[in-house]
């Protein structure tokens, strides 16, 4: 069992900031939430370390958004349905590709310089997508270009602080709201940031896995946090497993865009034969869950770790154009995409569930917002379709600022809350580090690509006696980030189990069929009210 908060504390002895909003994570979706926010209230920014680190820096591929003649909100719909394999909200999905144009006027309005042919938006097409609607930023780096965008003009805002290398242990809640979090400064001093509104925008939470796309950061901590203070937790058995990362020795698990594929990049087996034709007609640009299942069978068949991307066809100027920075890297290990075959494996990439909001990314928890990879709207389902994610914080953002507007101020008061776990224990920096270790590799090999019943309830039951051992007193940001891999870890594995059937990013060999009869439905966790399930009514899907 998972404390209520991880730290000892007494509310009324804690130094207090007061602001109107109060913005946790600094991607996509915290920044532009921001942004839209301050049009008419304060905003306190917290990142956990500098502003330019998160998530959506490292998102490649690009932004999904209807802006061709040829395209249309309703084809888009239609590709997310059929990738969310039945179980997508057909009202959030309605506000994504409907919301979605508009949004991408105000990037550009902002700063972001998207890539352009011919005097218009350059398009290209990504996995399970029927148009060419991906807008991209030089050429390969679409992330690092907004965010850049975003955070300059975070920055010149007068109405919005910057906390950047600050870390938020909790948030406090009172009488069934939210009133803030508790946050340690740089200096180590903890205080307590009181606000009308919190949102959290923390990203993901690719750190439970041993080999992931996600940078360091992405350790759960927003899903936990919102667990422990009483949010719903839903879909989180729902894991993206990017097909294509690079898989070279020496080199990380760097993620080599879907968007190579779009350009006409195929798949070849240790033998050097194309396979994805045996596996999907879409071949390469098969859904995600359905392409990295394939180069995992591909790899068990020919006893590799790894298959091939081949580019080759392409030319030198059209690679070097197109994808600058994944060239770049892949050289710097030897790798020249422009004559070189890719050495590529999966790896855990996004997390499709999270904190269950509505419409207007508000919680069961009144005043508690969540946006981005951190929240479930619904659109994803069981399986994100390319490029929905930055496109889904942005919508989903707006809407969040739209709600808050209309808040009540919740008053200067401050509750007497105290917290004592009365823990003495301290861990050392190395201690942590192998508690992580063994926590990725359990997760990779009984909760990863192909789960069944055994491995699974393995995996619990390792997880709860994690739980059981944790006895430590919490003074550290990476202390608390283990305690949050580990309760995410606690709510993937459980969903997993519990759902016998395959879908989506979740496939059971013991259950490889897709169920709709009995399945087509949400697994739901909460801190009060254990597992619930909530049926699912798109019957259209």
Known sequence: MVPRYVIDFKLTELETYKTDVLVIGSGIAGLYTALKVSEQCDVILLSKTDLMQSNTRYAQGGIAAVTAETDSPELHR???LIAGAGICSNEAVEVLVHEGPSCIEDLIEY?????????ALA?????????????????????????????ERARENKRITIWENHFTYDLVTHQGECTGALVRKPDGSTIYVRANATVLATGGAGQLY?????PE??????????????????????????P???????????????????????????????????????????????VARAIVSEMESTG????????????????KHRFPNIYKVCLRYGLDMVTDWIPVAPAAHYIMGGIKTDLYGETATKRLFACGEVSC???HGANRLASNSLAEALVFGRRIAERIKTMPDIGNEVPAISFSLMRQQTMSSDTIMERKLRLQKLMLTHVGLKRNEKGLTKAVRELERYVKAFRMKIDRPEEAEYLNLLTCACLVANAALLREESRGGHYREDFPKRDDLVWRKHIVQSIEDGVLEERNTNENE
């Open 304 to 319: 590799s770790t790894f298959v091939y991307l081949d580019i080759t066809h392409e030319s030198e100027e059209r690679i």
């Open 377 to 379: 709207t619904g659109v």
């Open 210 to 214: 041993r080999y992931t796309t996600n």
């Open 78 to 80: 239609q590709d997310t």
């Open 123 to 151: 398009l290209t097409k990504e996995g399970a997508h029927s148009r060419r609607r991906i807008l991209h930023a030089q050429g390969d780096a679409t992330g690092a270009e907004i965010v850049r965008a975003l955070s």
């Open 244 to 290: 294509t990362a690079l898989c070279y020795p020496g080199a990380p698990r760097f993620l080599i865009s879907e968007a190579v594929r779009g350009e006409g990049a195929v798949l070849r087996n240790m033998k050097g034969e194309r396979f994805m034709e045996k596996y999907h007609s879409l071949k390469e640009l098969a859904p995600r869950d359905i």
């Open 111 to 119: 700063g972001t310089k998207f890539d352009k042919e011919d005097g």
């Open 217 to 242: 950061i992405a350790t759960g901590d927003g899903l936990a946090i919102a667990y422990r203070a009483g949010a719903y937790i839903k879909d989180v058995e729902f894991i993206q497993f990017h």
